[in-house]
């Protein structure tokens, strides 16, 4: 196992920084600030970096086949086409699919595009003492909204896909294991649930996750200032530091690992002692493991 820390890209003080994409076309990184309620956009070549503010928390986004975005808002699924809004201070979007309207104290969170052009993604309870009211749903232009037939989640997180798009990794990052399961996207099916991992430091919450081109998933590993890449079989391979207590999600670009954070629930000491916690952290890997986007066919 090795070892290395991050630095500091971007520091876009975050609070609640999550859902970060790399758009191979553009060579730009899209993330959101759930709690702040944004959108964020940085080029790569230029460090030109710009947010914008939307009416509801953003939990996750992404890629169109189009060019265009898709945007999980609190209570529902909306497209935007944000390049063509570069110069506008407020975006325009188009609304998919309402997300549980009818239940007051869930929210949509988590979410990732499956291999076959759908958008995968789980509702987050609201309820004080953080009951299992979240569920996980697949998005298609052709069917809307299917629910999967997964247990319940109090924080559902870190789904992702294998090269071959039929295995599906998640989580519920109450309890300290990355899940994985068997995934049929044309009918919105799941089998074969298993631990793919268990965490093995105190404390730490597994949250976003990617797949990489050799088939290892990265995770990001909150409270625990880390993130941590899992060969196939589950075993640890490698450690990058982060010099934030709260990553959140990971994006691969070529050989390049990109880190957003959260600054929420600290205390002034350890803002203190971690300033650039919300920001955007970036690793270089030394070896290409990214692999082409997934990305959301939209109607």
Known sequence: MSEATATLLIDSRCELGEGILWCSRRNVLYWVDILGAGLWRHELATGRTRSWALPQPLACIGLGKDGRLLLGLAKGLHVCDVEAQLDS?????????????????????????DRNGNFVFGTKSEHPDTRRAG?????????????????????????????SGTRMYFCDSADPRILSCRYDAADARVSDLRVFAELDTPGAEPDGSIVDAEGAVWNAQWGAGRVVRYLPDGRVDRVIRVPALQPSCVALDGDSLYVTTARVGLSPDVLDAYPDSGGVFVHRIGRVLAREEDRVALP
Do not use: W
Not at 95 to 110: F, G, S, W
């Open 89 to 113: 201070d407020d975006l325009a979007f188009d609304k998919l699919a309402d997300v549980e309207a009818d239940e007051a104290m869930t929210r949509v969170n988590d979410g990732r595009a």
């Open 135 to 163: 569920r996980y749903y697949q998005y298609s232009a052709g069917h809307g909204l299917r629910e999967l037939d997964l247990p319940r989640a109090a924080i559902p997180n870190s789904i992702c896909f294998d090269a």
